[in-house]
């Protein structure tokens, strides 16, 4: 059975920590591996990886793939409040369907 | 503005009464999905269409029902039929048939008692 499992499920840090969220992964016919965003409604997308090795960054979240240990890693660096949020990790597989793992509850305290 | 939107915002209905919620955009994308979200799990897709008068069942497709007569809306009916219908349901969409990075809307909070 496909499953995409995520860790921690949550975490509490202060504001200036440094977060690094995990996902791993095991699906059929894998093509890619996003990581997405969810504050009260809806995901916003982060990141989409591809390829094993080559990190991706946005401003203080970077992300990279390791597809030879089926997993990723999402880290967040000098964290605010403002990074408060469910991280979702999806991967993309067969029919371009995405399974998502249960997410990451991140709580930044002043 | 382009984007997806979803209506209502919040639901509520009795046991026993289908429900219908509403999904629509303005993206020109071809593929939308439906998924629903329960505290502590991840999103779950309930049934998926990649292109017009055409759609899949997803994981947990069991009392739900959908159509796809537009490419800009992809209402999803929630049946008498589904045990626990409670949930968080969103909708997204993507461009080329599928692939690529979903894009999603805003929600709707259905609550059935």
């Known amino acids: 059975e496909d499953k995409v499992v995520q860790s921690p499920l949550s975490l509490v840090v202060h504001e200036g920590d440094t977060v690094t969220l995990n996902c791993s992964y095991e699906?059929?016919?894998?093509?890619?591996l996003l990581w997405y965003k969810q504050e009260k409604k809806a995901p916003t997308f982060l990141f989409m990886l591809?390829?094993?090795?080559i990190e991706k960054k946005s401003g203080r979240l970077s992300s990279i793939l390791d597809k030879k240990e089926l997993s990723s890693i999402l880290n967040i660096t000098a964290t605010q409040t403002g990074d408060s949020a469910i991280y979702l990790c999806a991967v993309e597989y067969n029919d371009y369907k995405l399974s998502f793992g249960a997410g990451t509850t991140v709580t930044v305290r002043a | 503005d382009g984007g997806i939107t979803q209506s209502p915002k919040y639901l509520f209905r009795k046991e026993g009464q289908n429900v219908t919620l509403s999904c629509e955009q303005n993206l020109n994308h071809d593929a939308m999905y439906w998924y629903r979200q329960d505290p502590g799990q991840g999103l779950r897709l309930i049934y998926y269409s990649q292109i017009v008068n055409d759609f899949q069942k997803g994981d947990i497709a069991e009392g739900y029902s959908v159509s796809r007569e537009k490419k800009e809306s992809f209402p999803l009916t929630v049946t008498s039929a589904q045990k626990n219908p409670t949930a968080f349901y969103l909708c997204?969409?993507?461009?080329?048939?599928?692939?690529?990075?979903?894009?999603f809307g805003p929600g709707t909070r259905l609550t059935v008692t």
């Open positions: 699906v059929t016919n894998f093509r890619s």
């Open positions: 997204a969409s993507t461009s080329q048939q599928g692939k690529g990075e979903q894009y």
């Open positions: 591809t390829s094993s090795g």
